[in-house]
């Protein structure tokens, strides 16, 4: 967590933190499936989504619902420390987008849109007929809109929490988030 302090500093401007640029310079992304986290690995992340999901946003729900694993997670670290996370959970019928998350010092410089590009582009190599689902918390709308989700529900109570489903059935998103036109007939 220190990193992600001086990361704070870095990205507010602080003049006495030039090294620190080197930090997000190295930001770097990595997919792995449940047997290949180690058990510090998964401690990391299990306390990572604890302390923004149950912790910051003061929501007791059950986290560990059984799907991690049978999820790919991905991974954000930011000079070697855990700074964002989310999984995607497969099934027969369609692939869910979950628990993204990023380090609260480190939200707004696009992090999380790094995490739904690469999350994108991972469904489509390989899941490349299943609809792309996920549940928002609702005033994350808009940023899922922008990858092409649109609302399949209405906005319900989830602990506490307004959610709203969204799917995206890849026919007019993009990886990079922006709208394509629509297919030609």
Not at 82 to 105: D, Q, T, W
Not at 142 to 158: H, I, K, L
């Amino acid at each position: 967590m220190v990193i992600i302090a001086l990361l704070s500093q870095l990205l507010q401007g602080d003049p006495d933190l030039p090294e620190t640029a080197k930090i997000v310079a190295d930001a770097s992304t990595e997919w792995c499936s449940f047997t290949q986290l180690p058990a510090a690995a998964l401690y990391d992340l299990l306390r990572f989504r604890q302390a923004i999901f149950v912790v910051e946003q003061g929501c007791p729900y059950p986290d560990l619902d059984g799907l991690d694993e049978h999820a790919s997670h991905l991974l954000l670290r930011c000079g070697g420390e855990l700074a964002g996370c989310l999984r995607l959970v497969p099934s027969a019928a369609e692939i869910r987008i979950g628990r993204v998350a990023v380090a609260a010092p480190l939200r707004g410089h696009g992090f999380g849109r790094q995490l739904m590009i690469k999350a994108l582009g991972f469904c489509r190599e390989r899941h490349p007929t299943l609809p792309i689902v996920l549940t928002a918390q609702h005033y994350l709308l808009r940023f899922y809109e922008s990858f092409g989700f649109a609302a399949v529900s209405e906005p319900f109570d989830d602990f506490g929490l307004t959610h709203i489903v969204m799917r995206n059935d890849r026919r007019h998103a993009s990886s990079a988030g922006k709208p394509l036109e629509p297919p030609t007939a």
